[in-house]
Structures are given as structure tokens and as C-alpha cells.
């Protein structure tokens, strides 16, 4: 059985090699024949009040073959903390537009004897109605998944290596992760996967495989993605988790002629921070 990750495609409706390298990998990823598809989030390019770049990614996405369910990034919805990307704080209208474009920003799915779990982690340390409920489903999911062996799915990293790291705007927020911890120690998690860093790296929790997906679109390069979650792969890719009964093996897998731009050289990204008002430091 095989379950394929694909992360951060950041598609905008005005085109451009994300939008050109996310089309390229549906194709690469309908080749490997997954049983199952998990896209972890940072679907559209940057701004969580774009409705058209929602559009165009639903359009792209629609090409994927397998069974897909899609979790929200912070640039699908916004993100916790003191200081949100772009003034882009998470909100109950983003998660709700997100939803109306893509389904729930949560998910149990069977794939086989094992289960996929989705979480929508742009939530955790934000204080919205939506947290509470995704608490109580979370508090739940010992009872509806019983012994099944899990994958377990998130856009942010749930452990920063560094504990300083530990930071809303990097991975799960600091109050929510001793809560996370104690939900997942209920569950037979065979393996974690996360978006965000675009940044590849495989490390081990008692044995148990931690993967941050590359993403499709674009790279950051000198960022502090290894301090994170450990040394990798700053290139562009998908996951392919190859599964049987002695567990979920992640390898990294990517077609030859992928555009790796920096973000910056991506003039649609420089559009988009332009529309939402952002300036960078120079
Ligand atoms: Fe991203
Ligand atoms: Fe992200």
C-alpha cells in the first residue's frame, strides 16, 4: 500500500512555475499509484483571502487520480500567534472559506487496515470556537480509531527540535503541544508528516519515522528549516510513505524537471505580497 504527500503547492490564479510545477507533480503522483493522496496545506500561493487562487487549486488538484483530502496552511487560513504572516491571523471566515473549497480541515480516513489522520494545525494556540471543537475531536479519536496502526498528518511540524523553536508561526504553539502529546500517546501513530518548511528531513521519535515534506513551488534557502526539524533536502518533491505490516517507510521522490525557484524569484509570490501589502526587509 502507498500514501502520497504532497505539501506547500501554493498555486495562484495567475499562473507560474508553481502553478506549472504543481500540474507536472499531479501527473507524477497519478504515476506512483497511491491508495491515497494527503496534500498538507499552503494550497494557494499566499494570501487566505484570495478566492481565486482557491479556484485555480481545486482546478490543479482535481487531477490527482487517488482519494485526496487537503489540510488548510497558514496561507489557506491564516495563522496563530502575536505576529501572523502578511497580518493574516486565523480566523473562523478563513477556515470557513477554506472549507467551502476543499472540505473539512480535519479528517479520519481508512486506507486499508491503517487509518490517515488529519489535523488542522494553524488552529492550535488561537482560541477560536473552531480549536474547542477540533479539541474535542481530537480528545475522540482514541475511541473512533482504536489499534489501527495511523498516519498522522499536520501543515506545521508538531515538535520543533529546538525547544525555543517551539513557536506558532514554525510549528504546533508551545500551549498546545503538551495536550497534543498526550492525545497522540493514545494513538498507534506509525509515522508524522507536515508541511510548511519546505525543507525534506527525516528524523525518528521512539522509532517512529517524523517527516517534513518538501513543497512543490519554491524553495528558502539559508532559512532555519534543519534547526527545526533537522539537516535534509532543500529541493522540491512529494512523499511516498510505502506501508506493510512492519510499518510506514517515507521516501523522497521527485520528478527531473521541477522549476526550484527561491521564493522571492517567484514573481506571482511578489505580486500576491504586493496585493496583501506586505513588505519584506530588505
Ligand atoms: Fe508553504
Ligand atoms: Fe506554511
Known amino acids: 500500500m502507498k500514501i502520497v504527500q504532497i505539501s506547500d503547492t501554493h498555486i495562484s490564479h495567475l499562473g507560474g512555475s508553481p502553478t506549472d510545477n504543481a500540474v507536472r507533480v499531479v501527473e507524477f503522483v497519478n504515476a506512483l499509484q497511491p491508495d491515497f493522496v494527503v496534500h498538507s496545506g499552503d494550497v494557494t500561493i499566499l494570501d487566505p483571502d484570495e478566492d481565486r487562487d482557491r479556484v485555480a487549486a481545486r482546478e490543479v488538484l482535481a487531477g490527482i487520480a487517488a482519494p485526496l483530502r487537503v489540510l488548510p496552511g497558514n496561507h489557506d487560513v491564516g495563522e496563530p500567534g502575536e505576529e501572523p504572516f502578511g497580518d493574516r491571523p486565523v480566523t473562523s471566515e478563513r477556515v470557513a472559506a477554506f472549507r467551502a473549497h476543499f472540505g473539512e480541515d480535519r479528517f479520519v480516513e481508512e486506507v486499508g487496515d491503517w487509518v490517515v489522520i488529519g489535523v488542522n494545525s ?148 511578489r505580486l500576491a505580497l504586493d496585493a496583501m501589502g506586505v513588505v519584506l526587509p530588505a
Request: without cysteine; negative net charge.
Open 122 to 269: 494553524e488552529l492550535f494556540d488561537s482560541g477560536l470556537p473552531e480549536e474547542d471543537e477540533q479539541w474535542e475531536w481530537i480528545d475522540a479519536l482514541p475511541a473512533l480509531v482504536g489499534p489501527r496502526p495511523a498516519l498522522f498528518f499536520t501543515h506545521k511540524p508538531v515538535w520543533a527540535l529546538r525547544p525555543e523553536l517551539q513557536d506558532p508561526r514554525l510549528s504546533v504553539g508551545p500551549q498546545s503541544l503538551p495536550r497534543l502529546e498526550s492525545a497522540l500517546a493514545a494513538l498507534d501513530v506509525r509515522a508524522y508528516g507536515s508541511g510548511h518548511l519546505h525543507h525534506y528531513a527525516l528524523t525518528f521519535r521512539d522509532g517512529v519515522p517524523v517527516v517534513s515534506a518538501p513543497s512543490t513551488a519554491f524553495v528558502h534557502r539559508g532559512a532555519v528549516s534543519a534547526d527545526i526539524v533537522g539537516p535534509g533536502l532543500i529541493q522540491l518533491g512529494v512523499v511516498e510513505y510505502v506501508i506493510d505490516e512492519s510499518g510506514a517507510l517515507p521516501f523522497f521522490r521527485a520528478p527531473h524537471d521541477l522549476v526550484e525557484p527561491e521564493f522571492l524569484q517567484v514573481e506571482q509570490a
